[in-house]
């Protein structure tokens, strides 16, 4: 894999734009579990904590030279980023079955799917 230069494209696209969109999210995330900590809410919360996991990880690593370091953040960016919206559907579904049909078991299943599915994709 090769580690392209940092330019200040890459500065204004990592720092500022997705430095903005994770602290949205870090705020968005807040204000929901300040309201109430009922599972809908935890789930709803869940796709944006997610999503800034990853983005905070893409901060990291941007900087960083060592190649296998960078790989290794690369994928955990990657795994959080796609993680969120499953969070997203599965607060759809209880929005839509509520959520005593879509029980815990059912959210771990289809959660544990996606990260099946993450794994074959980049080690088939």
């Known amino acids: 894999m090769e ?3 940092f330019t200040l494209v890459g500065l204004l696209t ?3 734009v997705q430095g903005s969109v994770f602290a949205i999210f870090v705020i968005i995330a807040y204000k929901i579990l300040k309201r109430s900590k ?3 809410n935890i789930i709803l919360s869940s796709f944006f904590i997610s999503a800034a996991i990853g983005l905070s990880i ?3 690593y941007v900087l960083l ?3 296998q370091v960078v790989l290794i953040l690369y994928y955990m960016t ?3 980023i796609f993680l969120a919206p499953i969070f997203f559907l599965i607060f759809n579904l209880i929005i839509l079955k509520s959520e005593n049909k879509f029980s815990k078991r059912k959210q771990l299943i289809t959660i544990s799917i996606r990260f ?3 794994l074959h994709d ?3």
């Open 116 to 118: 099946y599915c993450f």
């Open 78 to 80: 990657l795994f959080f």
């Open 58 to 60: 893409n901060f990291i």
């Open 14 to 16: 990592v720092y500022i």
């Open 122 to 124: 980049f080690y088939p």
């Open 3 to 5: 580690i392209p230069k």
């Open 65 to 67: 030279i060592d190649e």
């Open 38 to 40: 009922k599972q809908i």
